[in-house]
């Protein structure tokens, strides 16, 4: 039930039909109590499992209770215990092993909780935002078993506003009709798509230690690099697009997670397109507070453009150590921050050489963008084997091919990715500009019910027939 | 294609649709999945052609009491979904095999080979077959004529069916007894005196050979045929089995290794043998091979025949072994070495081929992968692997001169 798999579908259309039983927001809210706890009674069935869980959500909501009280100066230290359990909870190796629980518990979601709850807080500590959350909203708010999983990360005054809405938003047949499709395609995304693209790699994964011809090799290495991120973007978009569609299909609009990231035309625009509702998040919570605390220390103006690289850099290492508990997490998160720290610099550099405007026309020129958007793809492509390998696999792999070879390897990755993300953009272009009245041909119900039809199918062929379990949600395990 | 959510507000506004796109819509999403199905059969028949004839055109299987054999002389063609079509013959005493069943040439060392599909060279063509290549091996090794007559049965050559014709195989005048067995040998039902298989069987002859319904019967009747007794997945699943989309999607798939392993794992009765404990339905099972075992390896002592039994690890173990990992529960050497106390406590000699796999880094390449019988490279394969333990010296009349130590008494 915690992967996109038939059951889990088949158990949020339940939810979703009978929370639309009645309109009531005491009806919906007590379908979606009941669906949150049968959800973690499904993933877990000892209830002493759930006690740590339960505690840090305790934790979290006695600090909410004393910030709403006016015990402001606590908002700090609050957040401090709540961020020292969450790391106490997950179990990060650089805390000594003797401290942590010893008895097995439960902790699937619990990074999504985290932010969830610091949200709270930091929301509540703000002098403006005040407001009451009772103990049966915090719970429907942390626990809602659409996001519990893997996100995305809802803000509470959006969650409140669709789920407590005394007229709940429309849900008319073509409302029902494009959150069914986006729910196939999502199946399919994860069911199919991904697995196809994992098999591939681990293909080329295991070519990687054999005795093959350095060209052979080198063909490996690319297809490993370029079709993990790919499988990643299918694994985590397609539960995003389930997840979202079974939460509409109850009233509840979930925030988008990715919008065509591998479109993006530099790294910061990557993040701005990938995982969307983390990047934002810590863009509100850490880049935005320190760049402004930071700004009044320093108030020359000639640095105000490389605080803005600092706290980038400062954002996107945590976007990176939040993914793992290891070590290889620490670099992945550098490299991250690098990314997005040298593509500032780089915006700064080329606005001071070239002028705003002639960079903004430097940006507009098709082989400029094709080329950004192949090396956006590239970086973020050399940086997954941090996300996915240990130190020992990365040494293996790397000492497989040499420096040169792998100086090649990220060279052909490049073009070719240029290459091949601007012919994507050009045909989708070219497709989406085939239009009748009511909008392009592409996306009209009709053609949406073909596809979507040619999807299920397929996805129900490889699930069903061919008794293929549901594969793992990645992001499920952060 | 789509902006996530960027037409949902469009969308909200236009709260109505068009009468006649609560008819269209679903024909289009019909037509769609139809012409997506028949075109992917279309492919799939392309990819991997269907032939005319089977082996069963040639065996008898209406005489349960004297278990499966083949006609004397005949000649019919078959083969596995995903290899090529092949010609099965048969000699005069209804084996696949050239030498003759009554004589042997003077001087001439002969192996009778027993057992099920994989000893009888299923799916593979009569020279690509261990049966062709293991002699060749030794002959080359020993410096003398060695021969394999191939007394084995696609099919039906469970253990019970094999002690029924084992009399049959004595009058072969064998020097040697090779009992190639593999977990599926052990796995599988017997089959009764009423043409169905054994207790927990309710799948007829006719399913097995895939003869499922007569041609007079309605099509109702064959659907009912096909739903009664089992699962509407189960039935489904045996209804799209017959497809040629299917096992083309599983020949996709079954090229990532662990993905086979897994879903091996989840469920047919030979993966219930390769569980680290078996279940009571296994046990039963092994204790029937058992008694089969100590029939056949008594007969064969009263002949003055030794008897030797090798374990053909399938594609799952093979994987498993070459991985050096398994999921949790399994188990892929614990059937050998079941096997090898019920065959030695009777006199016999066991030949574990396992330990091989563990330094062949692809060993799936030697299967049909949705299949799963040995293909012609698997069968060259096993032949060397053979003829290595063979003239090892375990068996004293094929022992070669300065041959290394065979890998099973190395120890897993």
């Known amino acids: 039930m915690d992967s996109a798999s038939f059951q889990f579908v088949a158990f949020g259309l339940a939810v979703a039909l009978v929370s639309n039983i009645s309109r009531s927001r005491g009806w919906r809210s007590t379908v979606l109590m ?54 106490w909870l997950k179990r990060y190796v650089f805390l000594p092993a003797g401290i942590f ?23 509540t500590g703000d002098e ?29 005054d959006e969650f409140a506003r669709d789920q407590f809405a005394v007229q709940p938003i429309e849900l008319g047949p073509r409302v029902i009709g494009l959150q069914l499709e986006r729910i196939i395609r999502g199946f399919f995304k994860v069911n199919v798509l991904a697995m196809l693209f994992n098999m591939v790699w681990a293909d080329a994964l295991a070519q990687m230690p054999e005795a093959l ?48 990231p591998f479109s993006a035309t530099s790294f910061l625009d990557f993040w701005n397109r990938w995982h969307i509702t983390l990047s934002t998040w810590l863009k509100t919570y850490v880049y935005n507070p320190l760049l402004l605390a930071l700004m009044r220390r320093i108030s020359s103006v000639a640095a105000q453009p490389f605080l803005g690289v600092f706290c980038f850099f400062v954002t996107f290492f945590l976007v990176g150590v939040w993914h793992g508990r290891t070590s290889e997490f620490l670099v992945f998160g550098v490299l991250l921050g690098l990314g997005v720290s040298v593509n500032k610099l780089w915006q700064v550099g080329m606005a001071g050489v070239l002028g705003r405007k002639g960079y903004k026309a430097l940006t507009k020129n098709p082989f400029y963008t094709a080329f950004s958007r192949g090396l956006t793809f590239t970086w973020f492509a050399a940086t997954n084997p941090l996300f996915w390998g240990d130190w020992e696999q990365l040494h293996s792999l790397f000492a497989s091919l040499s ?47 073909v596809y979507a039809s040619a999807l299920g199918l397929a996805a129900l062929v490889i699930t069903v027939l061919l008794n293929q379990p549901a594969p793992g949600i990645v992001y499920k395990a952060f | 294609m789509t902006l996530p959510g960027s037409n949902e507000l ?31 059969e279309l492919i799939a028949t392309l990819r991997f052609p269907r032939y005319k004839g089977h082996v069963e055109d040639c065996l008898v299987l209406d005489q349960p009491a004297r278990g499966a054999r083949g006609i004397p002389n005949c000649r019919c063609w078959g083969g596995v979904v995903e290899g090529s079509r092949v010609e099965y013959k048969f000699n005069r005493c209804g084996d696949r095999s050239e030498l003759d ?105 006719a399913a097995v050979s895939g003869k499922t319904g007569g041609s007079h019967a309605g099509i109702w009747e064959q659907i009912k045929a096909e739903f009664v007794g089992r699962s509407i997945p189960d039935a489904v699943r045996e209804l799209s089995g017959r497809t040629r989309t299917v096992p083309f999607l599983e020949n996709l798939l079954y090229r990532d290794r662990k993905r086979y392993v897994r879903n091996f794992m989840m469920g047919g009765v030979d993966a219930q043998l390769l569980k680290s404990q078996f279940s009571a339905e296994s046990e039963k099972k092994v204790e029937q091979f058992d008694r089969d075992t100590a029939d056949i390896e008594a007969q064969s002592a009263a002949a003055g025949v030794p008897f030797v039994a090798v374990l053909l690890p399938n594609r799952a173990q093979a994987v498993m072994i070459s991985m050096g990992e398994w999921p949790a529960g399994s188990d892929p050497y614990k059937l050998g070495e079941r096997l090898r106390s019920i065959v030695t406590r009777g006199g016999g000699i066991f030949i574990d081929l396992q330990p091989y796999y563990r330094s062949i880094p692809n060993p799936e390449r030697g299967y ?22 063979m003239t090892s010296g375990v068996i004293p009349a094929l022992k070669a001169a300065g041959q290394a130590q065979p890998a099973f008494e190395k120890g897993k």
């Open chain 2, 101 to 205: 069943c009554d004589t042997k040439e003077p001087g001439t060392y002969r192996i009778v080979a027993i057992g099920a599909s994989q000893a009888f060279g299923y799916g593979v063509a009569s020279e690509e077959t261990f049966d062709d290549l293991l002699p060749l091996e030794i002959s080359q090794r020993l410096g003398r004529k060695v021969e394999l007559y191939n007394d084995a049965m696609a099919r039906y050559g469970t253990s019970h069916a094999v002690s029924l014709r084992f009399k049959e195989t004595l009058a072969t005048h064998p020097d040697l007894i090779l009992w190639m067995l593999s977990t599926h040998d052990v796995a599988s039902e017997p089959i009764t005196a009423d043409g169905a298989k054994g207790a927990s069987g309710a799948v007829s002859m």
């Open chain 2, 10 to 40: 469009k969308e909200l506004k236009e709260a109505r649709i068009p009468r006649r796109d609560w008819i269209l819509l679903p024909l289009i999403g019909l037509l769609t999945i139809c012409l997506l199905a028949g075109a992917t």
């Open chain 1, 34 to 87: 009941i669906a949150s706890v049968v959800f973690l009674g499904l993933l877990a069935h000892d209830p002493i499992l759930f006690f740590p869980l339960a505690g840090f959500l305790a934790l979290g909501y006695a600090a909410r209770l004393l910030l709403e009280r006016g015990w402001s100066k606590l908002l700090v230290w609050s957040l401090l215990a709540v961020i020292l359990v969450y790391i």
């Open chain 1, 101 to 123: 629980l010893h008895s097995p518990y439960f902790t699937v979601g619990l990074s999504y909780i985290f932010f969830r709850v610091l949200h709270l807080l930091i929301e």
């Open chain 1, 403 to 449: 420096g040169a070879h792998w100086f090649l390897v990220w060279l052909a990755i490049w073009f070719c990715a240029s290459v091949v993300l601007a012919l994507w953009e050009a045909t989708r272009g070219a497709l989406l500009s085939i239009r009748t009245l009511e909008g392009p041909v592409l996306t009209s119900r009709y053609a949406r019910v």
């Open chain 2, 368 to 389: 049909f992968s949705v299949d799963g019988h040995l293909n012609s490279e698997g069968n060259a394969m096993v032949a060397r692997m053979m003829a290595t333990e």
């Open chain 1, 213 to 260: 011809p350095a060209s052979a090799k080198m063909l490996a290495a690319i297809e490993l690099l370029v079709v993990y991120p790919l499988f990643l973007y299918a694994n985590f978009s397609g539960y995003i697009d389930i997840v979202i569609g079974l939460a509409r299909l109850m009233r509840v609009r979930l925030p988008e997670n990715f919008d065509r």
């Open chain 1, 128 to 156: 403006d935002g005040k407001r009451h959350v009772g103990p049966g909203a915090y719970l429907l708010y942390t626990l809602n078993f659409t996001t519990l999983v893997s996100g995305p990360i809802q803000r509470y």
